[in-house]
Structures are given as C-alpha cells and as structure tokens.
C-alpha cells in the first residue's frame, strides 16, 4: 500500500478560500505515453485499462460531478492519473484506489511533478476496490458523505459500483465513465429491453441517470466500445428508509426473475415464492420481472420474508 496522508481538510465556510484550485497541468496524450514509458507500465486488458488521454475530457467528468475543494473524492482505478490531476485540481481531498501495484506506486511521482501542491490531499490505496471495507478507508467510514469520481474498468464497473453502496452509507454520489451498454442499463426504467437487475439494484439505493457520452478517441489505447458517464444520488424510497435486511432477499428475487425474463412472474419465481404472497404483495404474478419497480420487488420480499416467518412460527 502506499499510503500518503493528507492533512485534515479544512471545514466551514473557508474551507474553499483555504484550499483553492490547485497550481499545475492535466495529462495530454504525450504526457500518458512518456509516463507509461518512463515506468514500464503497458495497458492491460486483465485490469480494464484505457487511459484517457484528454484534458477536456477529464474536467468535464470532475464538473458533472460538481466536485469542489469541500469535497471528498474517491477514485477507483485511477490509472496514470489523468483524473486524479483534474479532481485535484479543484482543491478537494481524495482516496485513489488502484488495484495493479506498478500503476498504484507510480501515482504519487506524477502528481508530484505535474501538481506537487496538491501531493498532501491525496492517499493511493493499491487494493481491488470489491475488497474495500470501512478499515481500508477509515476517512470515509464516519458521517460525513463523499463522492465516487471514476474512470472505472468497464469489465467489472457494475460490481464495483453496487459493492461500494453496499458498503459505505455515505457514498451519496457518484459519476463513472463506463461502457455505453452499461450506462444505459444501470440507468434504464422498467419496461425497457435493457432494463434488469443492474438497475433495479442501483435503484435499491438511489436515482441514476446518464449524463454525457464519451467518444473512443479519449483514450489509449482506444476501446473497441463506446463510453458514457453515469450519474447517481443516493435517495431514500417513497415509503422511508430501506430495510438493510431485505436487502439480500429482494435481490435474490430481482435476479431470479432477471435469469428467466421472457416468463412471467409466476414461473420464475415458483421455487421462491408461494401464491399467496402476491396477493398479499399486489402484485399481478403473470407481469414479467421487467415490468416491476425496485419498490415492488421490495413489497414482495417483505409479504415473502413475513410468510416464511409465519411459517416458521407455524412449525416451531
């Protein structure tokens, strides 16, 4: 692990005027090369890596996810560094996650020359971010709420995301650049052809949405996809805080009707479900599991979780 750490930030109405944008440049496509050379550092495909390699691109992720000097920041798979330098640049704090040792050890020697003021308001963490816990980010495990800024690698970018609001209660925001495909699927409503567990899981804890496509040139090397930035805010449902418990049941329902779409409810779920919970759930079992919010699914779970605590009073 290296561990560089900041100085506490600064809190209050000065906190900005304390921290302003920081001294220094962002990453051009030559710089992403001489950096890669210098280190000996070659993109992979096992970590998801494409660099991007465009100023304009990785201020425009940082201004949609309003990012400020009173913000904390973290950033998984952070790469070469080209969106650190921009988050930095706004005088925030921020954690970088990077899972591949070499990238992980290079970060801070090129913040150090490309932004060296803003070198105590960054901590790189070389660990896989779906084995992050609260005692790997113990900054992020209080009150305060902090926001996810990432280029994340497209081949597991849904796991991270949902393994992340999982874990942490205030991760309150995030904006991703990922995969086209999978922005609009963790961003899709019921009824739609790509709506599915993704988005019914991300809906568990929030709102999504898409905001803004992202051209292949960007990058180095350039993907063979296209890219989209996706934007969530951690909400609470209509009907008042989430039940953490359920959790695990609703989503055992959600990808049990996902993994058979074309039947209806009634089919999918027969193992799982008995008749009479839908009707005591309201929920018509001849609907396929697309055509259901995240706040029916959850219904459901709740008439299933209270028939098998009825019948376990019943046996006991």
Known sequence: MTDMNPSPAPSGASAAAEKPAAA??????A??????????????????Q?????????????REAAVTADTRVLEVGPGLGSLTLAILETGATMTAVEIDPPVAQRLPHTIDTYMPDARNRLTVINKDALALTSADLPEFSGDEPFTLVANLPYNVAT????TLLERFDMLTSF??????????RLTATPGSKIYGAPSVKLAWYGSAERVGNIGRHV???APNVDSALAGFTRVQSHAGPRDPQLRQLTFQLVDAAFSQRRKTLH?????????????TAGID???????????????????????????GQASS
């Open 159 to 162: 796991p991270i995301i949902l």
């Open 175 to 184: 904006v991703v650049m990922v995969q086209k495909e999978v922005a609009d």
């Open 219 to 221: 990058f180095w090397p």
């Open 267 to 279: 089919a999918a779920l027969k193992r799982m479900v008995p008749d009479e919970v839908f009707h």
């Open 285 to 311: 079992p001849t609907r396929r599991g697309e055509t259901l919010t995240i706040d029916e699914f959850a219904a459901l779970a709740t008439a299933l979780r209270q028939s098998q605590h009825e019948q």
């Open 24 to 29: 220094g440049r962002l990453l051009g496509a």
């Open 31 to 48: 710089d992403i090369r001489h950096i890669a050379a210098e280190a000996g550092i070659s993109p992979t495909k096992k970590f998801g």
């Open 50 to 62: 494409n660099f991007v390699i465009d100023p304009g691109t990785v201020r425009r992720i940082v």
